[in-house]
């Protein structure tokens, strides 16, 4: 699943597209075709990213809200679009500048301001928002129980981050996945907090995830696989010290930590 990063570069990339333009709107699949129809022909206002979330904002007052998931991918096509693929294109937005199709997404719906704003009360602050505070997020990590490793993808307690960010982020803090968040720091966790942020910053910049830090070590700058520009994430041996990473299954996903590194 897209972590937070590839949807506000997602954001980035369509906003000079499609924002501002009256954009033809429609559903080659058929299962998007009656919400489609509400804002074929509407000028895009804004498309706004919050955490693993999309919302696109229509002049008519409508509000659309993509949710990738592990299956939902966008692809650009400029000048001339291509046909799309029968029942693959769930949504295909056009305008005089590109094509833009959806295929395979958890949710692709029109709805109104007031159900954006319920799915957004569901989730916590995303750190690639400018108007985003770390204040509940710490909070909400300080007083449970839970490991801090599960927390970090919990959605409804921070917005955006998913597996890789949350062992690279630990990682780096020298904390480990399964202490509980009870038992962390004010101090650790706001550092948490602005590693998780950092990291997300670039990975909107390039456009992938690349963890290390660049002053420490190479980062392949061509095609790289995976664990190939992290510390512990998808490693046999942990790129710092050299022993074993080991993982942890937390929040329904296996998380990936050096013992030596990362000490309970």
């Given at each position: 699943?897209?972590e937070?990063?590839?949807?506000?570069?997602?954001a980035?990339?369509?906003?000079?597209?499609?924002?501002?333009?009256?954009?033809?709107?429609?559903?080659p699949?058929?299962?998007?075709?009656?919400?489609?129809a509400?804002?074929?022909?509407?000028?895009?206002?804004?498309i706004?990213?919050?955490?693993?979330?999309?919302?696109?904002?229509?002049?008519?007052?409508?509000?659309?809200?993509?949710?990738?998931?592990?299956?939902?991918?966008?692809r650009v096509?400029?000048?001339?679009?291509?046909?799309?693929?029968?029942?693959?294109?769930?949504?295909?937005?056009?305008?005089p500048?590109?094509t833009v199709?959806?295929?395979?997404?958890?949710?692709?719906?029109i709805?109104?301001?007031d159900?954006?704003?319920a799915?957004?009360r569901?989730?916590?602050?995303?750190p690639?928002?400018?108007?985003?505070?770390?204040t509940s997020?710490?909070?909400?990590?300080?007083?449970s129980?839970q490991?801090?490793?599960?927390?970090?993808?919990d959605?409804?307690?921070l917005?955006?981050v998913?597996?890789?960010y949350?062992?690279?982020?630990l990682?780096?803090?020298?904390?480990?996945?399964?202490?509980p968040?009870?038992?962390?720091?004010?101090?650790?966790?706001?550092?948490?907090?602005?590693t998780?942020a950092?990291?997300?910053?670039?990975g909107?910049?390039?456009?992938?995830?690349?963890?290390?830090?660049?002053?420490?070590?190479?980062?392949?700058?061509g095609?790289a696989?995976?664990?190939?520009?992290t510390?512990?994430?998808?490693?046999?041996?942990?790129?710092?010290?050299g022993t074993?990473?080991?993982?942890?299954?937390?929040?329904?996903?296996a998380?990936?930590?050096?013992?030596?590194?990362?000490?309970?």
């Amino acid at each position: 699943m897209p972590e937070g990063h590839t949807i506000h570069r997602i954001a980035k990339d369509h906003t000079p597209l499609l924002v501002g333009q009256v954009v033809g709107v429609s559903s080659p699949q058929g299962r998007f075709a009656a919400d489609a129809a509400l804002v074929d022909g509407v000028e895009l206002r804004r498309i706004e990213p919050f955490g693993k979330h999309l919302f696109y904002w229509w002049a008519n007052g409508l509000v659309g809200h993509v949710h990738l998931g592990l299956f939902g991918k966008f692809r650009v096509s400029h000048g001339h679009a291509t046909a799309p693929v029968q029942g693959l294109v769930r949504m295909r937005l056009q305008t005089p500048l590109a094509t833009v199709d959806l295929a395979g997404p958890t949710d692709c719906s029109i709805g109104s301001a007031d159900e954006r704003d319920a799915i957004v009360r569901r989730l916590g602050p995303d750190p690639l928002r400018r108007d985003a505070s770390p204040t509940s997020a710490i909070e909400r990590m300080r007083r449970s129980a839970q490991p801090i490793g599960a927390l970090l993808l919990d959605q409804k307690v921070l917005a955006g981050v998913g597996n890789v960010y949350r062992a690279e982020a630990l990682f780096v803090n020298g904390i480990h996945p399964s202490r509980p968040g009870r038992q962390c720091s004010v101090d650790e966790l706001t550092a948490l907090w602005r590693t998780i942020a950092a990291m997300l910053r670039q990975g909107v910049k390039d456009n992938r995830i690349i963890t290390i830090d660049r002053r420490e070590f190479r980062v392949n700058r061509g095609q790289a696989r995976r664990g190939e520009n992290t510390y512990v994430y998808h490693r046999d041996l942990c790129l710092r010290c050299g022993t074993a990473v080991q993982t942890v299954a937390l929040g329904g996903r296996a998380c990936y930590f050096c013992p030596t590194c990362q000490q309970g």
